[in-house]
């Protein structure tokens, strides 16, 4: 029972987010398979955590739109996500998903579940709400080093702290949708995690992210082949197949690893 209405809801609420051009249609297809698995199987405490992610990225990504006018970068795709976005975001949180179906009774897919959805959470808030910060961001490998504001690797004191309420939101509902564990730790252990992986999704783009130069523009950019401008971009640094899907997908990993570390650790 459980199982068909999270299927049906998991359409409904991909084909509404088709509808609003939150999700384009490869990514609706996407959220629809993520979120069968996570609704389906995890049930309804899943699905508000899964929801709270959607719903505040696509809420935030279309606010403050003054704010991001000419950052063309991080936000010329626009609002509407593809299936790379949706599986770079939500990919090893259905992994998680589909492991509690294995494991009914244990913890760990809940809370290696919440630590993804905290950090990727984290990261898009810090991105989109980076953008209110008065002054242009530092690099995170060396702060000394001012960049324009929507370059990879930017971390800014407005970005970093929404961050952490995004990644804080998070560790809340898991920490409440679990009340017969200890909810403060798990509330540290999930928000901790998910800022850590924003961080290192922050780290990447300073380093081992595929980046490009557009030579129209004069900009480097992580769009490849082709620029927003149509003109095609040229590899200047970083792993070409490290795209900014598969950083994503790592720093969801590195807020999984975060649990992995504490529950290893015994705290
Ligand atoms: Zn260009």
């Not at 049930?43 to 992610?53: E, M, S, V």
Request: with cysteine; glycine share 10%.
């Amino acid at each position: 029972m459980q199982l068909l209405f999270g299927f049906l809801l998991a359409i409904l609420i991909a084909y509404l987010a088709y509808r609003a051009h939150s999700l384009n249609k490869s990514g609706a297809l996407a959220a629809s398979f993520t979120g069968m698995i996570i609704f389906g199987v995890g049930g309804w405490q899943w699905a508000i955590l899964l929801l709270t992610f959607f719903i505040t990225s696509s809420v935030l990504s279309r606010s403050f739109k003054k704010r991001k006018q000419g950052l063309d970068e991080k936000f010329s795709k626009g609002h509407e996500r593809d299936a790379g976005q949706v599986f770079g975001n939500g990919g090893l949180a259905t992994a998680f998903a589909a492991l509690h179906f294995f494991f009914p009774n244990e913890l760990w897919p809940w809370l290696g579940f919440a630590a993804t959805l905290a950090a990727v959470n984290a990261d898009t808030w810090a991105t989109e709400l980076g953008v209110l910060n008065p002054h242009p961001p530092r690099m995170i490998t060396d702060l000394r080093k001012v960049v324009e504001k929507g370059t990879s690797g930017g971390i800014s004191l407005i970005g970093t702290l929404a961050s952490l309420a995004g990644s804080a939101l998070i560790g809340i509902l898991a920490a409440s949708l679990h009340p017969t564990t200890d909810s403060f730790s798990i509330f540290i252990i999930i928000t901790m995690s998910g800022l850590a992986g924003a961080l290192f999704d922050s780290f990447l783009g300073a380093t081992v992210q595929a980046m490009y130069y557009c030579p129209t523009d004069k900009k480097e950019t992580e769009k490849h082949p082709l620029h927003t401008c149509g003109t095609p971009t040229v590899h200047i640094r970083g792993w070409t197949w490290l795209d900014n899907d598969w950083v994503n997908f790592a720093c969801s990993a590195c807020g999984a690893f975060g649990v992995v570390v504490v529950l290893i650790f015994g705290l």
